[in-house]
């Protein structure tokens, strides 16, 4: 549920009912979503948090006051499937690239995940990659990390700060065999006893393997042999597995950019039974099809793969259910040489995402395919739920200032040529949207104007796990 913002007083960050004198920044003449319906009024930012929201008349003075000339205010979109790179992948991808096409995008908050290099596995890895992110990141960001069944290395990463845990059920990272059901199980109640929630992404090794395998040895590396074996079976196993595996364990497992609505039942199945389990969809699941293959080849491929038609209807299906949690870009830039090999083996899979995430949801909403009050749930409050960022997804005072503009009139094409992001190619290209992020305020400060960045890098902040000890970056 989101919270219903009161217009009607202006509510001071402890909740009461007193109003601020003044305020760093005003937004005025804007559009705000109170409970059911979009109403006039503005919002107030004060170090870093909003401290009012209110009709226009009852607003605090501003030391800057922003006429947004009647666009619509939302809370900044939290992306939590991102690689950012850096480090050694760098060319791909670096933390100022990264979050300025995330600013740029309407998102305030993205959560990096650990496969890099160097993988982010340990304390130290993860201690070195937040240090050199400081300086450089345009948004918040806060890190995953690979876990391991050993206990006390992941209360290591819990204090240096870790968000979550990402388990790959699709590959074996760092010579982890994924295949063994009893060092997967030990894992997951590792997990558990750390207290931070593990994403899945489930797809199983055994299964692609197998396939694969059998392709190559005959000959097979064209395009239609990978979705042959990335078929919707790899993922309905892996779900099954994680299911099975985490049965009876105090774990919070999170199903990552799910692709079937059948894995979404199963997961539905096991939550009425009082499971903590969330899940997660992308854009592309929902709004695109494999018959984008036939123009695009490897370009579009990700995995989980695109599915037919019927299972991009089927998914719709579910998410207006409210089977699934949230939104998620799974924004996974490479470059064009990456993306373009013959080999299909040798493809690296994904695209960016940061910058068409919110638009297209925004798109939905003008065809009536998805309300305001869903699109904030899916992009905003979802992931602020599950990944326990308590103080950010919603405009409610007391929150951080992490807010964007939308003008939910603009008309644009994507174009990705002219991304923030490194890597200039997206399924979606030439696709026309309704609905640009116009302003993205980070912490209360201004970050991105007219699709411009107007902040130094290091705006942004890292954010960490609720077990990080202070001073845990080093």
């Not at 090999?341 to 940061?354: A, C, H, K, N, S």
Request: aromatic share 4%; charged share 25%.
């Amino acid at each position: 549920m989101i919270p219903a913002i009161r217009v009607e007083a202006v509510l001071a960050r402890s909740g009461g009912l007193r109003e601020p004198v003044s305020a760093d920044i005003v937004l005025a003449n804007a559009k705000l979503l109170a409970g059911g319906s979009i109403t006039e009024g503005g919002l107030a930012m004060d170090d870093g948090r909003i401290v009012a929201v209110a009709k226009e008349s009852h607003l605090p003075r501003g030391d800057q006051t922003i006429d947004i000339s009647g666009n619509l205010v939302l809370p900044g979109a939290i992306d939590s499937h991102v690689h950012l790179r850096d480090q050694e992948l760098a060319y791909k991808e670096d933390f100022v690239s990264g979050t300025s096409a995330a600013a740029c995008g309407g998102v305030t908050t993205v959560l990096d995940m650990p496969n890099n290099e160097p993988l982010t596995a340990d304390a130290t890895s993860l201690r070195q990659r937040m240090a050199l992110a400081q300086s450089r990141i345009l948004v918040n960001v806060g890190f995953y990390a690979a876990p391991t069944p050993n206990r006390g290395a992941l209360e290591e990463l819990a204090k240096a700060g870790a968000v979550a845990f990402k388990l790959f059920l699709s590959r074996k990272l760092a010579g982890m065999n994924v295949e063994d059901d009893n060092l997967v199980r030990n894992l997951l109640e590792a997990t558990g006893q750390v207290r931070l929630p593990v994403a899945v992404h489930a797809e199983d090794h055994a299964f692609i393997e197998n396939a694969r395998r059998a392709m190559q040895s005959s000959g097979r590396r064209d395009l239609a042999a990978y979705l042959q074996a990335h078929r919707p079976e790899a993922e309905s196993l892996a779900v099954r597995r994680a299911l099975r595996l985490a049965e009876g364990l105090d774990v919070r497992l999170h199903f990552s950019h799910v692709s079937l609505a059948s894995s979404l039942s199963l997961i539905q199945a096991a939550r009425a039974r009082g499971r903590a389990l969330t899940a997660e969809v992308t854009p592309q699941h929902l709004l695109l099809s494999r018959s984008l293959f036939s123009k695009l080849g490897a370009l579009a491929l990700a995995d989980p793969p695109l599915r037919s038609r019927g299972a991009q209807a089927a998914l719709w299906r579910a998410l207006k259910l409210s089977r699934v949690d949230f939104i998620a870009s799974d924004h996974a830039p490479h470059s064009m040489e990456e993306k373009m090999r013959e080999d299909v083996w040798q493809v690296r899979t994904g695209f960016p995402g940061l910058e068409t995430l919110l638009p297209l949801l925004l798109t939905q909403v003008d065809s009536g395919r998805l309300t305001l009050q869903e699109l904030v749930r899916l992009t905003s409050a979802g992931p602020a739920r599950v990944f326990g960022l308590e103080d950010r997804g919603s405009l409610c005072p007391g929150c951080r200032g992490d807010v964007v503009v939308v003008d939910l009139h603009r008309e644009w094409v994507v174009d990705p040529a002219r991304f923030r992001s490194k890597a200039h190619f997206s399924p979606f290209q030439g696709m026309r949207l309704k609905g640009l992020p116009v302003m993205t305020f980070v912490n209360g400060v201004k970050v991105m104007e007219a699709q411009e960045i107007v902040a130094r890098p290091g705006t942004g902040g890292i954010i960490q796990g609720p077990r990080a000890e202070r001073g845990s970056q080093g």
